[in-house]
């Protein structure tokens, strides 16, 4: 009996030791990557100082998390903060109606195709290749750039259209402007790089003013695994009437579904 007696603490031990060690393992590990998100395609978007900047709510990031120092037209360069955080949640706020942070690109033009260096426009413009950005500096260098047709800001609507989706996207170290009517977009300007992430939940925002689009609740992934996945346009995003209709702040807890679509 007295043996038994000093048995038994050591067996609860043993097992109190291997449950916090599996639970450990378990644990939400920064440098991890295994989302359990199983998208073979990511939905490219495009995401401007709205929502990601130094100093921005609700993460306040520093000048080096977000590549401020190394912003340049055409840079491609996963943002640091990002690349450093794989597997972390955050939020993200997303602009207000009329002036929105984050974009879907719906078309590809033709002259983004022809330009190259490849057959695939996204790609070109991700290259980037002559005059969607190029490292070689001439007059002509964001000509393709301005004038993009279906540059559409996503509002309440098309941001909980994204929910269980992996995005890949280019940001934007100042403003992309938008004309309605018909809809297009001004894609010139310095990059803060890219990001990717998966979109879990979309909110609306109750802590700011009655314009504010809905918090984005993310999980960081590594742009550089994601950018091997095929990158898919989000072509039936809806498309906003104007600079402040529909003003689409609530987000529907059953939106439409999603349409992704290859970019050519």
């Given at each position: 009996?007295?043996?038994?007696?000093v048995?038994?603490?050591?067996?609860?031990?043993?097992?109190?030791?291997?449950?916090?060690?599996?639970?450990?393992?378990?644990?939400?590990?920064?440098?991890?990557?295994?989302?359990?998100?199983?998208?073979?395609?990511?939905?490219?978007?495009?995401?401007?100082?709205?929502?990601?900047?130094?100093?921005?709510?609700?993460n306040?990031?520093?000048?080096?998390?977000?590549?401020?120092?190394?912003?340049?037209?055409?840079?491609?360069?996963?943002?640091?903060?990002?690349?450093?955080?794989?597997?972390?949640?955050?939020?993200?706020?997303?602009?207000?109606?009329?002036?929105?942070?984050w974009?879907a690109?719906?078309?590809?033009?033709?002259?983004?195709?022809?330009?190259g260096?490849?057959?695939?426009?996204?790609?070109?413009?991700?290259?980037?290749?002559?005059r969607?950005?190029s490292?070689?500096?001439?007059?002509?260098?964001e000509?393709?750039?301005?004038?993009?047709?279906?540059?559409?800001?996503?509002?309440?609507?098309?941001?909980?259209?994204?929910?269980?989706?992996?995005?890949?996207?280019?940001?934007?170290?100042?403003?992309?402007?938008?004309?309605?009517?018909?809809?297009?977009?001004?894609l010139?300007?310095?990059?803060?790089?890219?990001?990717?992430?998966?979109?879990?939940?979309?909110?609306?925002?109750?802590?700011?003013?009655?314009?504010?689009?809905p918090?984005?609740?993310?999980?960081?992934?590594?742009?550089?695994?994601?950018?091997?996945?095929?990158?898919?346009l989000?072509?039936?995003?809806?498309?906003?009437?104007s600079?402040?209709?529909?003003?689409?702040?609530?987000?529907?807890?059953?939106?439409?579904?999603?349409?992704?679509?290859?970019?050519?």
């Amino acid at each position: 009996m007295r043996l038994l007696n000093v048995a038994q603490p050591s067996v609860l031990l043993i097992g109190v030791l291997f449950f916090a060690l599996f639970s450990c393992e378990q644990s939400n590990d920064p440098n991890r990557d295994d989302s359990g998100f199983t998208n073979t395609r990511a939905v490219f978007l495009l995401i401007d100082e709205e929502s990601i900047d130094n100093g921005n709510p609700p993460n306040n990031f520093s000048a080096d998390d977000v590549n401020d120092q190394l912003a340049t037209i055409g840079f491609r360069q996963p943002l640091r903060f990002f690349e450093n955080n794989v597997g972390r949640e955050i939020d993200l706020f997303t602009g207000q109606v009329g002036d929105e942070g984050w974009f879907a690109l719906k078309t590809i033009p033709n002259s983004w195709v022809s330009t190259g260096p490849t057959g695939n426009g996204l790609r070109n413009y991700l290259t980037p290749g002559p005059r969607l950005g190029s490292p070689v500096p001439d007059d002509d260098r964001e000509v393709l750039l301005d004038k993009i047709p279906n540059v559409t800001p996503l509002r309440a609507t098309g941001l909980a259209m994204l929910v269980g989706q992996t995005v890949y996207a280019v940001v934007y170290d100042s403003d992309i402007s938008i004309n309605y009517s018909p809809l297009t977009g001004n894609l010139q300007g310095a990059n803060l790089g890219v990001v990717a992430f998966d979109v879990l939940r979309v909110t609306q925002r109750m802590d700011g003013s009655s314009s504010d689009l809905p918090r984005v609740s993310i999980r960081i992934r590594s742009a550089q695994n994601i950018s091997g996945l095929g990158l898919g346009l989000f072509v039936n995003a809806p498309i906003p009437q104007s600079s402040s209709v529909p003003f689409d702040i609530a987000p529907s807890s059953n939106p439409p579904a999603i349409v992704i679509e290859g970019a050519n």
